[in-house]
Structure formats: C-alpha cells, structure tokens
C-alpha cells in the first residue's frame, strides 16, 4: 500500500525540493534545513510581486508560484534556498548594524546576482530570463570583466555592496562642489563638521512606512546605485529580513558556523553535481568584531603593571623581620608598587584618505570608550605629509569626530609617527587608508586601522585592522 504523505508536511514548494534533491542530492537537501510556508489569499501580494521571499529561515510562496513550470519554480526554490544557506537576511541586519544605513533594495541586488551566478551553470532548473549575474553587475557598474567562477571565489556580499553603493560619495560630491562656490577652506571644514554631526544624530532613523534599511533622508543615488537598480528594475525584492527573530551575537555566530558547515559538505557530497558552481567567498562566516580586536590590544598595551621597587622592602620581607631563622638572614626581597607612570595612546589621523562619517564615529567612541576606562591620555596628530595639528586629549575626551577629511592629497607617514614618539606613547593607531611611506619605525607597537576598501593594502610594519 503506498503511503500517504501527511498534508501538514507539503507546501508548494515540494516538487520543486524533490526535483531539487534528485539531481543535486547533497546541496539540495539544504532546502530541508529551511522551513516553507504558503501565504494565505489574505496575505496575497499586489499584483506582480514576487512569488517567492524569504525572511532567513522561512520561504514563503504565493499562490501563482504554482502555475510556474517545473524548471521555473526548481529555479526560484534554489535561488531562496541560497539566500536562507548563505544567510543574507540576517547579514543584511548585521551590516546595517555597522554601518548605520544600508540600502535593502541595492542589498538585495548584490546578493541576488551572487545567488544567480552560483546557479547558472545548471540545467535542470530555469533562472528568469533577465536575471542579474554577477558578472553582469560587475561588467556595468565598475567596468570589471572576470570570468564567472574567478568573481564568486573573490567577492561576498557586503564587499559587493560597499563597492556598488555609491550613494554618500554622490552626497559629498554635493556638499564639496556647493562648499568650493560658497568660500575657502574654513566653511568647507565648517560644511563637514556640520554633516558629520548631522549624520551622527540621524543614525538609526528610518522613515515611517519605508522599507527596512533606508533612512528618513536618504542620500543622492550614485551612478553605481542608479545602474544597479536598473538592472534589478524588472524583479521585485525576495528579501524581508525579520528584525525579531534575530537572536545573540553567539546565538548568531553559531548559526553561521552550522550553515558554513552544511554548505561545505553538501558541495562536497554533490561534486560536478552541487548547486554551488564553485566553494564561493559569500559561505557564511564568523567575524570577530573589528571593534573586538581593537578594543583588545589596546586595553592590554595601556593597562597599568605593577613596577619592582627597590627602596621598599615586600611584605613577606618585612613579615618575616628579614630573617629566616636564629641568626641567619634572608637576602633583600624588593617590593612592588603600582606604576606612577599614566599610559598614554598616541592616535594619528591621515586627513588625505577618505573616511565615512559613520565609520569615524564608530572609530571615535570606540576610542574614547577605551581611554576612559584605562584612565589613559591620548595624544592626537592629524597631518598629511606634514603635521597640521597636535592635541592632547584626557581621558574618554576627543576631538575625534570634528576631524575633516580632505582627501586626494599627499600622505607621509614618517613625519606624523616621529611628531607621536617625542610624547612617548605606549602605543599608538594610525587611522589611514595606507597609501604612503613610513621611513621611521617607533619602538612602540603601532596598529593601522584601514577602512574596509583598503583592506588589501599592506602594513610597512605593525599590524592592520580592517574597519568594516
């Protein structure tokens, strides 16, 4: 007798998951990870919408998605299987969370030119005709012509996006060009300071009824963005990230390893077969925090350490009377005393490179956060090939978020770090973007914070965190 599939456990989704699991056994198969759900006619989309979205854990499918082919609707369950596998969700959430705003619909681009492009190389499942690869988006937003398998083993999704959203350079272009019309330098510092603060009390703001990620006052689209979204102008977006199902940062590192490790076997168990054309850069990984990393060493570099000190004795000395028995005594034990020295941070600021606002913010309280709780000094120099200005700053206090940069000039290391080691710090961080000669080597030990466009340059000497 044959048996009877219990109703509860079929969605309109399964002859897509079975023809899936049929010829591509092991990567298939992550469909069985993810939950499926079919909308009801009163949660039916405008006429139009998509036929598939996800959330990160649930696909969900509109009535007509049935009346699709069965190449088609394989095509469109594939391509939310990899979204939920490869977490692009919740990595939405989580770069918003870094960087303040992030555009939902240019996201969702990226990631779908990512999935499409994984996908193309099999025959038994149908994207849509005028589907966005990633070669195709590379090709015509930034000129770059690589072969398909070369750009999935180098870009993920957030380096895609960073690259594509061009929006706040459009912005600035803005503000710069009616800045050079309405005076000389001392408004155009003015200018930034005021947008910096501007954007720094408007962070986390999203206007009422816009979809997640933008914000209240969205900035200028940028000839990236724009192109971008014309070639997605056909396709209504599959992502809808769920802000309440988002759990603890562990809880959320530890998702990422688990489908880091299903994706990984599930590529190996298909082989020539797998879904995935090759093991990709955008397989979901767990980041330490750069925040994390920083916040480490410099808290180790300007913790106060206990000295020896040779005009006290030590306690067990002096309990002992400096004997250790009748008529014998014991050698000189020095004591220990709390060092008098105040540690001190030397911060150098390279003003030619072009730093976000938000990114400096985040850098700046990060900073401050960490000199006020090691009651630590902090020395700033800002220059370009020369020093422009040296301040001294107490402890938790700053005038890291005043700073402009003017970007396009000239940068030397070497006179900035010598002007940081005559005030002799116990440590210092250079926040550049690493395009210039550093001729002098300090003794102390030196971090350079690059932003995240810069993160393939190399270090003269030190170590590099990458400010994503």
């Excluded at 990984?285 to 920083?294: A, H, K, Y």
């Amino acid at each position: 007798m044959r048996d009877v599939e219990p109703e509860g456990y079929r969605h309109r989704g399964t002859r897509a998951v079975q023809r899936m699991v049929e010829f591509a056994p092991s990567t298939g198969g992550l469909a069985l990870w993810a939950q499926h759900r079919d909308l009801r006619d009163d949660e039916a989309e405008a006429p139009g919408g998509p036929l598939v979205w996800t959330d990160g854990r649930t696909i969900h499918y509109a009535a007509a998605f049935s009346e699709l082919p069965l190449a088609e609707q394989a095509g469109r369950v594939a391509h939310a299987v990899l979204h939920v596998a490869l977490r692009h969700p919740q990595r939405f959430l989580e770069l918003r969370a870094r960087l303040g705003d992030v555009d939902l619909k240019l996201f969702n681009v990226c990631a779908d030119a990512i999935v499409n492009s994984t996908l193309a190389h099999l025959a038994w499942l149908a994207l849509p005709a005028d589907a966005v690869d990633l070669r195709q988006l590379l090709v015509r937003t930034m000129g770059i012509e690589v072969p398909p398998e070369s750009a999935l083993l180098e870009w993920d999704v957030e380096r895609l996006y960073r690259a594509i959203d061009d929006r706040a350079a459009a912005r600035s272009g803005r503000q710069r060009d009616a800045r050079q019309s309405g005076g000389g330098n001392g408004s155009a510092r003015r200018g930034a300071q005021s947008s910096r603060r501007a954007s720094a009390s408007g962070s986390g703001t999203t206007a009422q009824g816009a979809e997640p990620g933008t914000r209240a006052r969205a900035p200028a689209e940028g000839m990236r963005a724009a192109i971008a979204r014309s070639l997605a102008a056909p396709h209504h977006a599959d992502l809808r990230p769920d802000e309440t199902a988002q759990g603890a940062p562990e809880e959320q590192a530890e998702q990422a390893r688990e489908w880091s490790e299903r994706i990984l076997r599930a590529h190996a168990g298909d082989g020539a077969f797998s879904m995935l054309r090759a093991l990709i850069a955008d397989v979901p990984r767990s980041r330490t925090p750069w925040e994390q990393v920083l916040r480490t060493r410099l808290t180790r570099a300007l913790a106060t350490r206990p000295s020896v000190s040779w005009s006290r004795p030590s306690r067990s000395y002096i309990a002992n009377q400096g004997r250790g028995g009748p008529d014998r005594r014991l050698p000189w034990e020095p004591g220990i005393s709390a060092s008098k020295s105040v540690p001190r941070l030397a911060v150098v600021v390279d003003v030619s490179g072009s730093i976000e606002d938000g990114l400096m913010e985040r850098f700046a309280r990060e900073v401050e956060a960490i000199t006020r709780r090691t009651e630590s000094g902090m020395v700033l120099v800002i220059g370009d090939n020369a020093v422009r200005r040296v301040e001294h700053c107490k402890p938790g206090r700053s005038s890291l978020r005043d700073i402009a940069f003017d970007g396009g000039g000239g940068t030397d290391f070497t006179p900035l770090l010598e002007e940081a080691d005559r005030h002799g710090p116990d440590i210092g961080v250079v926040l550049t973007d690493l395009e210039g000669p550093a001729r002098f080597r300090p003794r102390w030990p030196v971090i350079w914070a690059v932003p995240d466009a810069c993160a393939a340059a190399v270090e003269p000497f030190g170590r590099k965190v990458v400010l994503d």
